[in-house]
């Protein structure tokens, strides 16, 4: 995707001699004193120097301090996990203005936190220091869990609709994602909603008997990753696209200050189901009609993707995602096998999944031009201590 660059303004004062602006901030101090001297009321000279546009003198970006680091807090992604008891420092606060993909071009450097590890209960302060903790360690994208198991992180009428419930078991504070929301844009960060699971559901999901009762869910067992079962939601049931879609609309509405949704590769289906069946064509309709429902809802989120890369995607999950009409699109690579291989993808999308295990292929991508976003997928489910070990390689490049 083709991005155009935005021509910054300027008072020009780079271009004046460096003895004009010390003779003139002479006569400036000069001028003051005798205008004191002179009786002119406080009042007065204050109200005038707030008139004086100082933010044409200052540099566009102000970095943020580097204080002390802050403990780390070792939050667990299961649903059972309860609010950690230690609270980031405090970390001053960088305000800007609100971004969002469409209105600034940037190279995200994005974390995900699972739909637990934050909403547990957590209070506004919490919220907000966590922000500016991740903040502080170059990341400049949150990618926060909303969705997962067939229900949503937030109080939801579809939901409530649809299943009789609000939302996930959960002890969240409704007013989370606006808090996180607001400080991510205070910080000059960005807000993705990371729809967990996608079209996945398992056992535990407090909807899964009623999807097996309403026949929502595609016969078999997907074992994409090792130990885990899970189903998958039927998108060609007219029911099931329908509460999809819903969601979505709903999401964008509720949170319109949101700067992006992205989906994963549980956004598939697994090639191993039982029956030689190619959904790729149900699939893609029903994402594309998804997409167009989200744009006209609100045409100012963007809709993106982490999946496999496009050849795996189609051939293993029936996602062919390359005719879904998305925004942008993250490559993960979460294996070294083939990782080489894996950038020719990667340098053509609009960046790079990883984790932990690809910390040792940082600096070459951090380095390489072509390699535009890096996103960090915290596969220990620690993603305070993967922000700090990400902060502190990159100093070292």
């Known amino acids: 995707m083709t991005k155009s660059k935005q021509k910054k303004g300027g008072c020009g004062c780079c271009s004046i001699p460096i003895s ?3 003779l003139g ?7 003051w004193t005798k205008l004191h001297d002179l009786g002119v009321p406080q009042a007065v000279l204050s109200y005038a120097v707030q008139q004086i546009p100082l933010e044409d003198f200052l ?3 102000i970095p943020l301090a580097s204080p002390t680091d802050p403990p780390i807090v070792n939050a667990s992604p299961s649903p059972q996990a309860t609010a950690p008891s230690t609270i980031l420092s405090p970390i001053p606060a960088v305000t800007t203005s609100p971004t969002s ?3 600034q071009e940037q190279n995200l450097r994005g974390i995900y936190i699972s739909r637990y590890q934050i909403t547990n209960n957590a209070s506004e302060q919490m919220i907000r220091e966590r922000v500016r903790y991740y903040r502080s360690k170059g990341i400049n994208t949150i990618i926060h869990g909303v969705w997962g198991n067939a229900c949503t992180m937030y109080p ?3 939901m409530a609709k649809t299943f009789n419930s609000r939302s996930c078991p959960n002890q969240f504070q409704d007013q989370w994602l606006d808090w996180l929301i607001d400080e991510a844009h205070k910080q000059g960060m960005e807000v993705h909603a990371y729809f967990e699971k996608g079209i996945k559901i398992d056992e535990d999901s407090p909807l899964f008997d009623l999807a097996v009762q309403r026949r929502w869910i595609v016969a078999g067992v997907d074992r994409t990753h090792p130990g885990v079962d899970h189903y998958v939601l ?5 029911e099931v696209a329908q509460y999809m879609t819903d969601i979505l609309v709903e999401f964008v509405q509720k949170y319109p200050q949101i700067d992006a949704v992205q989906w994963d590769d549980y956004l598939g289906y697994h090639a191993e189901l039982p029956g030689q069946v190619d959904r790729t064509e149900k699939l893609t309709n029903f994402v594309q009609n998804m997409i167009e429902a989200m744009r006209e809802a609100n045409p100012n989120v963007s809709f993106d993707l982490a999946h496999h890369n496009p050849y795996w995607a ?3 999950f029936a996602a062919d995602w390359e005719n879904w009409d998305i925004d942008r699109a993250f490559i993960q690579v979460y294996a070294e096998e083939n990782f080489q291989d894996e950038m020719k993808y990667v340098e053509a999308s609009n960046g790079i999944a990883i984790t932990e295990r690809q910390f040792n292929q940082l600096e070459n991508l951090v380095k390489n031009p072509r390699v535009e976003s890096i996103l960090l997928f915290p596969l ?4 305070e201590e993967m922000a700090a070990t990400y902060y502190d390689l990159v100093q070292g490049f």
């Open 59 to 61: 540099p566009d970006f």
């Open 20 to 22: 004009v602006l010390i």
């Open 314 to 316: 189609k051939q293993y």
């Open 156 to 158: 939801s009428e579809v």
């Open 380 to 383: 220990s489910g620690k993603p």
């Open 234 to 238: 039927d998108v060609s049931v007219p």
């Open 25 to 31: 901030l002479g006569l400036g101090i000069w001028g």
């Open 101 to 103: 993909p469409r209105q």
